[in-house]
């Protein structure tokens, strides 16, 4: 009877590490989703869009494991560590863009991060990794790598989510999630937004470095769309797509670009 009991001890299943993924942007949830439900032991119990559902569903459903996307529009991540600084903490493993900063401060406090676009090799790396800590239940010791974080960011300034335009005198301020793509236009760029068009004397490589790589994409030469406007792609000849826009508008993704589709999670 012992024996049965013992066996039956030896092979149940490990616990479930219980893991949110939290990023603002539909696509960017999609992906890490596919890639994290072919690991036996994580469960997803919740895919937060906003910082501030991610504080509240961290409150009510206590995650064991939370990827964090670091900017989000509403509360960013780290203003979703600020929030939660008063009590325990789950595992945290960031999620960012190439953010020189942020990939700084997560290796001087030894913090977990993946880097936009993950790919399914650096997941299982920081999964073995997130394993081992809470095998070894040193959440505390990650608590404190978090708070130190937190305090050494209080004297950073805060990463800007509005692009400063001018308009018949006036400089308007647009919020990076309403801009629906951008086009060349010689030494301009043509900010669309909605049906409204914006001029801005910049060049497009300029403004590149200014939209955050993790939400905005470089589909030619002269186009870079919003990825979370990206309501479809069509393939044509040679190579090439057409994107398709939530709002109709069809741009062309033009073959040199073609690393963008590793961006949108295709290969």
């Not at 760029?189 to 590149?208: C, D, F, I, N, S």
Request: hydrophobic share 45%; net charge positive; with cysteine.
């Amino acid at each position: 009877m012992s024996s049965n009991v013992n066996q039956d001890f030896n092979t149940a299943a490990p616990a479930k590490i219980r893991t949110l993924i939290v990023d603002d942007q539909l696509m960017a949830r999609e992906v890490l989703r596919r890639m994290l439900i072919r690991e036996p032991d994580i469960e997803i119990i919740g895919m937060p869009g906003t910082g501030s559902e991610a504080v509240q569903t961290i409150h009510n459903l206590a995650p064991d494991l939370v990827f964090l996307d670091v900017r989000m529009p509403d509360l960013d991540g780290f203003g979703v560590l600020a929030q939660l600084a008063s009590e325990p903490m789950p595992l945290i493993i960031f999620v960012t863009a190439n953010d020189d900063f942020a990939l700084r401060a997560f290796d001087v406090h030894a913090l977990d991060y993946l880097v936009k676009p993950c790919t399914l090799e650096r997941l299982q790396q920081a999964l073995r990794r997130a394993r081992v800590q809470l095998r070894r239940n040193q959440t505390g010791e990650v608590q404190r790598r978090l708070t130190a974080l937190l305090h050494d960011l209080k004297s950073q300034p805060k990463l800007a989510d509005r692009l400063p335009v001018k308009s018949e005198g006036r400089i308007i301020f647009l919020g990076l999630s309403e801009i629906d793509w951008v086009e060349a236009a010689d030494n301009y760029v043509k900010v669309h937004v909605g049906k409204q068009t914006h001029m801005l004397r910049q060049t497009m490589a300029v403004l590149e470095t200014k939209l955050p790589g993790d939400r905005f994409l470089r589909i030619s030469r002269s186009t870079i769309v919003n990825m979370e406007q990206i309501k479809e792609l069509q393939p044509m000849f040679h190579g090439d797509y057409v994107v398709v826009l939530r709002n109709g508008e069809r741009l062309p993704l033009t073959r040199n670009y073609r690393d963008a589709l590793k961006r949108l999670g295709l290969t």
